[in-house]
Every structure is written in C-alpha cells, then in structure tokens.
C-alpha cells in the first residue's frame, strides 16, 4: 500500500499562489491515478483534481484556469500549482491514490490517503 506525504499548506492573501506536494512511497508510482481533494469546515470533502499515469487530468469547475495538476513519477511526487487563490479555497487539502486505474472524482475510488495540508486563504 502505498504511503502519501503532503506538503507546502500555508496562510495566504487573496490572489496569492501556493504550490503543495505530495511524497508517495511503498508502491509502484507509475501503477496509481493521484488526485486531490480538500474539505473545508462543516463541509464534505470535494474533489478538486485528478491525474492519470499517464499525465491525463481533469478539474473542478471552480479551479480550472487556477489550478495545475502534475506528476513527478521519477521523485514519485504529485503537485498542486494553486494561482489566484479565494477565500473559497480554504480548507484541508488531501492527496490520494487509485490503484491501477483512471483519474477519478470520486473519493471512494481512492485507497491510499494522505493526512491533509491546511491552505487558508485570507480576503
């Protein structure tokens, strides 16, 4: 099973960019779809994106055009690029893996999960 480290949360202004990573270990990198979630207070958590092997990946409506996902799959590490942040992306940001199979929008198709990054985004 493979082992997922975020990294790269913070405090930022509105309009300020933050970049979080996200270490895998204990499996083949190449074998898993990654994505990212975030869950903010007194809401369900919600997709944010999603990465094939392959590099493939699909959005959120709300962080297209802000956010880039990408894969590192020689230093196993998966990263959030977030520009031009709100005060509505604040929450806890999870990473999580999907073993064998495509990029997802669906939590429960991901097995492996990371312990969360806070962004807060300041107005």
């Known amino acids: 099973q493979v082992q997922l480290v975020e990294s790269g949360g913070g405090l930022v202004q509105a309009g300020g960019s933050l970049r979080l990573s996200c270490a895998a270990s204990?499996?083949?990198?190449?074998?898993?779809?990654m994505g990212w979630f975030r869950q903010a207070p007194g809401k369900e958590r919600e997709f944010v994106a999603t990465?094939?092997?392959?590099?493939?990946?699909a959005y959120r409506d709300s962080v297209k055009g802000r956010f880039t996902i990408s894969r590192d799959n020689p230093k196993t590490t998966v990263y959030l690029q977030m520009n031009s942040l709100k005060p509505e992306d604040t929450g806890v940001y999870y990473c999580?893996?999907?073993?064998?199979?495509?990029?997802?929008?669906?939590?429960?198709?991901?097995?492996?999960w990371g312990q969360g990054t806070q962004v807060t985004v300041s107005s």
């Open positions: 990465i094939t092997w392959r590099g493939n990946t």
């Open positions: 204990g499996g083949t990198f190449s074998n898993y779809a």
């Open positions: 999580a893996a999907r073993f064998l199979g495509d990029g997802s929008t669906w939590a429960r198709n991901y097995g492996a």
